[in-house]
């Protein structure tokens, strides 16, 4: 049996938000530790010199985003964007580079030492402090990693590390891991916020409602103050154990439109927004702005319930791959902000992995044609149409509701009735686990491994400990499939197996050769048609200094590898 996780399906939800926060770092100049006097007006603060760069301490930096946070403690915490905003305030284990090559020691200051297969030790660097003045040690590390990891605690985040049996303090700054088994992104997982360092005698004093609302860590910048709906406030924490922040303040305002993001951003109310695809052209028209493309370790796409007629029949799925216009539809849905997406995956963990993305092209993704569709409805027995009208459900995001009319329209052309049903997030995601639909569209944020891929999204639930749920069917179409009379049972019993030992092998190339043998697998049985990876356009102010894109940055503001500034 595996570990039975708690599929984190806000992951989705919450991605177009998570790009409202800043994924911004500082370039290669100027940093500096001297805790010098400034103001906080943002217009910048005492001139320092370090590495040969000036630079202003002082200021305050004001990022976008588009939803609020019902809680600011990472434990508890299943939106995208704060989950990257909380590491200013919280420090994890290990932090990964700027360009994503590596995960490199953060509050540890060695990478895990192996002493068995299940056994890791873990030191961590003495003297760092909380923003209270506590000292960091084992015992918070431990008290953190444990507290999500009991079920009693209901965390949303005990999915991500339920590879762990236990942490314990094995002395005042180091830390002993017992895994159930090993884990291939051990390393990345104590980078992410689900394992978080929250202070073990503040955390249990306040409990988990007000640690949410007054948060604690020792990050570079501490909890000022949230306003619901308005916004939430950080201030420089001068004490942080790594380069001092430039910057005084970071304010981040909850703006829901991002047309108004955009009025913002030009006329100084913020320093970041993401900018819509009908703004693009009017954004690079701005003088006091600067703009940047960045894709998203994501995919979007349309999902097929495997437990109902008419696709529960493989080639009745395999004709839906010849029907639409997976180009077009890419374009009437994000316009220049997206990329096809092959493999269950997107173009850059394709390209990263040197998968054989464009054999899968190939092989999987046809162009648009009618006649074929019509043969093979017509070899599956449907070749006068379904005999009912198919159920399509859709979010109202625009491009989400794009993508159903397309392929409503072309099933429309060859006598197939369908009909779009506008659902509220919360029915969307009872559907999906009641299977309450024909079609529905899908999208996942999966991180730069296929694991973030095709665990979450392909293997058999039924398998998890526990098995499925009352009244969940599937969750993810690989889960519906599972359960299909028509699936091929041993080729899927054989998938289940390798998605699962896939993420306990550490050679990279044997986890590749895994990871081709399903997507092969899972292309060829077409539970989905992925459509597309999206990117966004991020645009910042020219007064905000040594400031650079990346997909992998933590602390991004300020880091050990940058510290940006307001000019």
């Known amino acids: 049996m595996d570990e039975r996780p708690n599929i984190d399906r806000r992951r989705f939800l919450r991605l177009g938000s998570a790009l409202g926060v800043s994924v911004l770092v500082a370039g290669c100049g100027g940093t500096n530790t001297a805790d010098d006097p400034s103001n906080t007006d943002g217009t910048g603060g005492t001139d320092t010199t370090s590495g040969g760069s000036s630079t202003k301490r002082g200021g305050t930096f004001i990022g976008a985003t588009t939803e609020d946070a019902p809680t600011l403690d990472p434990r508890m915490n299943e ?65 953190s990693m444990n507290w999500i990891l009991d079920p009693k605690n209901k965390s949303p985040k005990r999915a991500n590390i339920q590879f762990i049996d236990s942490v314990e303090a094995s002395g005042t700054y180091e830390t002993t891991f017992h895994l159930s088994h090993p884990f291939a992104l051990f390393e990345l ?113 349309i999902i097929f319930n495997t437990l109902r007629e008419p696709f529960d029949d493989l080639k009745v799925r395999k004709a839906m791959q010849y029907l639409v216009d997976y180009d077009a539809m890419l374009k009437a849905t994000k316009g220049e902000l997206g990329k096809r997406s092959y493999g269950f995956m997107p173009l850059e963990v394709n390209k990263a992995w040197e998968f054989p993305w464009k054999q899968w092209k190939k092989k999987y993704y046809p162009k648009k044609n009618h006649d074929k569709a019509k043969q093979l409805l017509e070899e599956a027995g449907y070749g006068d149409g379904f005999g009912k009208t198919l159920k399509i459900s859709s979010l109202s995001s625009s491009k989400f509701k794009n993508m159903v009319v397309v392929l409503q329209n072309e099933l429309d052309t060859i006598g197939i009735n369908a009909e779009v049903q506008e659902v509220t997030t919360g029915q969307w995601l009872n559907q999906l686990d009641s299977g309450d639909f024909d079609a529905t569209i899908y999208g996942w944020s999966g991180g730069q491994d296929p694991d973030g891929f095709f665990y979450y999204l392909f293997r058999d639930l039924r398998n998890d400990e526990g098995g499925l749920s009352d009244g969940v069917k599937g969750n993810a179409s690989a889960s519906f499939l599972y359960q299909s009379d028509s699936a ?80």
């Open 79 to 143: 939106l995208a964007w704060a989950n990257s905003f909380l590491h200013y305030v919280f420090d994890t284990l290990y932090m990964i580079q700027l360009d994503g090559s590596d995960v490199v020691p953060h509050v540890a200051s060695k990478k895990p030492q192996k002493q068995n297969d299940s056994t890791y030790t873990i030191p961590i660097r003495e003297g760092i402090t909380f923003h209270d003045g506590s000292e960091l040690t084992a015992e918070d590390v431990a008290y």
């Open 189 to 301: 997982t104590l980078a992410g916020m689900s394992a978080a360092v929250v202070p073990k005698k503040i955390a249990k004093k306040q409990g988990t409602k007000t640690f949410g609302q007054k948060p604690v860590g020792s990050g570079p910048f501490a909890f000022v103050e949230h306003k619901s709906s308005s916004h939430i406030t950080l201030e420089r924490n001068p004490d942080y154990f790594q380069t001092s922040p430039n910057l005084d303040k970071l304010k981040w305002r909850i703006i829901p439109k991002p047309q108004v993001q955009f009025v913002e951003l030009t006329t100084g109310g913020v320093h970041q927004a993401t900018i819509p695809k009908t703004l693009l052209k009017k954004a690079k028209q701005q003088q006091n702005i600067q703009t940047k493309r960045i894709a998203h370790f994501d995919y979007n796409g």
């Open 488 to 567: 091929p049972s041993q080729r899927l019993k054989d998938a289940d197996k390798k998605i699962r030992n896939a993420r306990r092998q550490p050679d990279k190339q044997e986890r590749k050769k895994r990871y081709i043998d399903l997507a092969e697998t899972w292309q060829s049985l077409y539970p989905h048609i992925p459509v597309f990876s999206e990117q966004t356009t991020q645009a910042w102010s020219n007064d905000v200094k040594n400031y650079e894109f990346t997909s992998f940055s933590s602390q991004s503001l300020s880091n050990k590898w940058s510290n940006a500034y307001i000019e």
